[in-house]
């Protein structure tokens, strides 16, 4: 465990040489001193602790090692999904008071800080939900299951919340047009679940779901996506819960495409008795693997 964390400090020192321009330098370097005053902490701490941040402090010392790793990280929300982790694991042993502190000061630095991605946009990392977590203002948001429903007067705004979840999720090169991916979502047969904020009815999470003409009775999941605020919430199993227990009916299996590199989400669609059956390439866009995850159902 200490490796592991002390390593954090020295890539994301080495990670700044080359990826952030000049005016961000100091601030990466600024950040990185705070890593290493939190392992100092962190080495004090019981095993227990340890072992509780252990896989998260291993996830962001490979988001800092390289300027791809961080790249893919931030736009596919793994980056913001360990930083809250970490985050409400340390508010729930807030009796280890200095190792609360010294996070809270990584979050603070890293609040603001900017940086490139490898298509030269430049962007700044956005913290203020874990800072509120901190100070405990941060009000976890109810939300409701509802179906996207072209008739509604919210359509409109429906679709663009979808259409930027889905940009967050999938690589540059994968994207379509928006027109295109409107047609095939309000096809017959074609049905988007969502997890819908209560208070504000903004779109926290999405799942996509279709069947082929022939071949009916297989269920297929074409997407399934949350947006950066609703990292943390349990959006993924809340839509797959109803998926496997509400929306089967005539159905023998269901089968979806998951990249190879996508860990966390694929011990997700386990957990739900998914089992990867094939490997072959990935759609179109990244070259990579991507495994194809089936769950028979059994029948009634």
């Known amino acids: ?52 941040l252990k896989k998260n402090i291993e996830d962001l010392k490979g988001y800092f090692e390289q300027r791809g790793h961080f790249a893919h990280a931030y736009e596919h929300q793994a980056l913001r999904y360990d930083l809250c982790s970490i985050t409400e694991k340390l508010n729930t042993i807030k009796k280890t008071t200095q190792l609360w502190k010294s996070w809270r000061a990584i979050i603070e630095n890293l609040n603001e800080a900017p940086f490139f991605m490898p298509d030269g946009r430049e962007l700044q990392l956005d913290c203020r939900r874990e800072l509120a977590t901190l100070d405990g203002t941060y009000e976890k948001p109810n939300y409701k299951l509802d179906l996207l429903n072209q008739n509604s007067p919210r359509f409109i705004k429906d679709f663009e919340q979808i259409y930027h979840i889905i940009l967050r999720n999938f690589s540059g090169n994968e994207l379509r047009r928006p027109e295109n991916f409107l ?61 496997v227990e509400d929306e089967t009916q005539n159905t023998d299996k269901i089968s979806l495409k998951i990249r190879a590199n996508k860990h966390r989400i694929q011990k997700l669609y386990e957990d739900y008795g998914f089992k990867k059956e094939k490997v072959g390439p990935y759609y179109e866009g990244p070259k990579e693997n991507a495994y194809t995850m089936r769950l028979y159902l059994p029948q009634k």
């Open 183 to 243: 047609r095939p979502m309000t096809a017959p047969g074609n049905k988007v679940l969502l997890a819908r904020n209560e208070k504000t009815n903004d779109i926290l999470g999405a799942m996509w779901l279709y069947r082929k003409p022939q071949n009916p009775n297989t269920l297929r999941l074409a997407f399934i996506g949350r947006h950066e605020d609703g990292a943390g919430l349990g959006i993924g199993r809340f839509l797959l819960s109803h998926l």
């Open 1 to 52: 465990m200490t490796n592991s964390s002390y390593s954090i400090c020295t890539a994301l020192h080495t990670v700044t040489s080359f990826f952030y321009p000049k005016k961000a330098v100091d601030r990466w370097e600024e950040a990185n001193k705070y890593f290493d005053h939190f392992n100092s902490k962190l080495k004090r701490e019981s095993e227990e602790t340890q072992l509780l």
